[in-house]
């Protein structure tokens, strides 16, 4: 099992930024990919941004394209979402997921999950 802790959310005027970290502990060595996903008040978690642990390749959500980045520091078992140009709509808890085996697909098949950060962009 990977244990997860997000840090870095906080209350934000449009068009800011955030940067969001995830350490990651645990068995880590198994990871596979490691994503951000959101869950706005009344909606349902959606994707954000995944990035391959070991190769670097990365998918993000159509609607952070060009606005958020993911990366990561293998040496420090931590990924970061870094979120330029924020939206109201940004708004939402912010979960960091880790997966521990191979797959297709980005979206899909998380083993573990963080408690989340909150993000809060204001008009």
């Known amino acids: 099992q990977v244990q997860l802790v997000e840090s870095g959310g906080g209350l934000v005027q449009a068009g800011g930024s955030l940067r969001l970290s995830c350490a990651a502990s645990?068995?880590?060595?198994?990871?596979?990919?490691m994503a951000w996903f959101r869950q706005a008040p009344g909606k349902e978690r959606e994707f954000v941004y995944a990035?391959?642990?070991?190769?670097?390749?990365?998918y993000s959500a159509n609607s952070v394209k060009g606005r958020f980045t993911i990366s990561r520091d293998n040496a420090k078992n931590t990924v970061y979402l870094q979120m330029n140009s924020l939206k109201p709509e940004d708004t939402a808890v912010y979960y960091c997921a880790a997966r521990r085996s191979r797959g297709s697909s980005w979206i899909y098949g998380y083993d573990d999950w963080g408690q989340g950060t909150q993000v809060t962009v204001s008009s």
């Open positions: 990035i391959d642990w070991n190769g670097g390749n990365s």
């Open positions: 645990g068995r880590t060595f198994g990871i596979y990919v």
